[in-house]
């Protein structure tokens, strides 16, 4: 067995080869090939413990999380936890994984791959909300894969916004770096926008104008309670695609908006549906509200794994 820890982990396969496994793995999810029991969800005191399992034709991997949104205050990252990866014919684990990483990494390629196919070709500037490790990972993959030449970042502690514009711009050097004062001005500049926050109300006001016309990935409300984008949007959606369909009774992105009327169920479609329209239509507006789930972590492990042992990357743990 070897553990992979950060470095391994970004650096064993491609930005590409990232994206191409998360969009086939929205496929998969389609198809149904795969086994994954609903994740255990433990809550005490606004922190949650996730455990993930899943199986597919090639691997079965479980991931363990922990979620504690107060962990910035203490300089301690929001996400922390182990992915094991075994051997599908034998049981056997073969890889070891940070699962802050994995999870970092693979949620990024999901909400690139939704860039891929949802932003209109040539846009060129692309908006952050949330300036924390999911973040960082969040902007590299959209901006590598897309190409974007304008990154607008806000988060309301500036100190947190200044320091992820200083580390991106090591991994994005033809990416020119805007610290933006406000939300507003943030939507004023971007084309594309991507949420990664904890907020427990909307990081928008409720202005259309400044909405409309606009694309969005929303990757940052996990819980029933808990909603980063305000009723005005979902007035502007033909739309609203989502990664998982458990998304409608864990996101309250997801749930105010049916409860309240604002879209209906039939608006509701997963990605990999989409994807799987030849028709698809192109729409002014849009957004994407992605989860996560336990079948992006087995196909995102397996990738890094077989990539790293072409490459001899990662540390052998004796058993």
Not at 222 to 229: A, G, N, S, W
Not at 282 to 287: E, G, I, Q
Request: aromatic content about 6%.
């Amino acid at each position: 067995m070897i553990y992979l820890g950060k470095e391994d982990i970004c650096c064993a396969a491609s930005i590409g080869e990232w994206l191409d496994a998360i969009e086939a793995a929205l496929h998969l999810y389609e198809t149904k090939d795969f086994q994954m029991p609903e994740r255990l969800h433990v809550e005490r005191e606004d922190n949650v413990l996730l455990l993930m399992p899943c199986f597919t034709e090639q691997a079965f991997a479980t991931k363990l999380v922990t979620l504690f949104p107060r962990n910035p205050d203490r300089g301690v990252p929001v996400l922390n936890g182990l992915v094991v990866l075994n051997d599908i014919e034998t049981g056997v684990p073969v890889a070891l994984l940070d699962g802050a990483t994995l999870t970092a990494m693979r949620t990024a390629a999901v909400a690139s791959v939704g860039i891929r196919h949802l932003a209109p070709d040539g846009v060129r500037s692309l908006g952050l909300v949330g300036a924390g490790v999911q973040g960082y990972h969040q902007a590299w993959l959209a901006c590598a894969s897309k190409g974007f030449t304008d990154l607008y970042v806000f988060d309301r502690c500036t100190e947190r916004a200044q320091t992820l514009a200083e580390s991106l711009s090591d991994v994005l050097p033809e990416t020119r770096i805007h610290r933006a004062q406000s939300v507003e001005e943030l939507l004023t500049e971007s084309q594309v926008i991507i949420t990664a926050t904890t907020a427990s109300k909307p990081v928008f006001p409720e202005r259309r104008e400044l909405l409309e016309g606009r694309h969005f990935f929303a990757i940052g409300s996990y819980q029933p309670d808990v909603r980063e984008l305000p009723e005005a949007l979902f007035g502007l959606l033909d739309t609203v695609l989502i990664d998982t369909d458990h998304a409608l009774a864990e996101s309250g992105d997801l749930i105010v908006p049916l409860r309240n009327g604002w879209i209906e169920a039939s608006q509701v479609m997963t990605l990999g549906r989409f994807l799987c329209d030849e028709d698809r239509p192109k729409a002014a507006t849009t957004l994407f509200k992605s989860v996560g789930m336990a079948l992006f972590d087995v196909c995102a492990a397996k990738l890094v794994y077989d990539k790293a042992v072409q490459k001899g990357l990662g540390q052998e743990i004796k058993t």
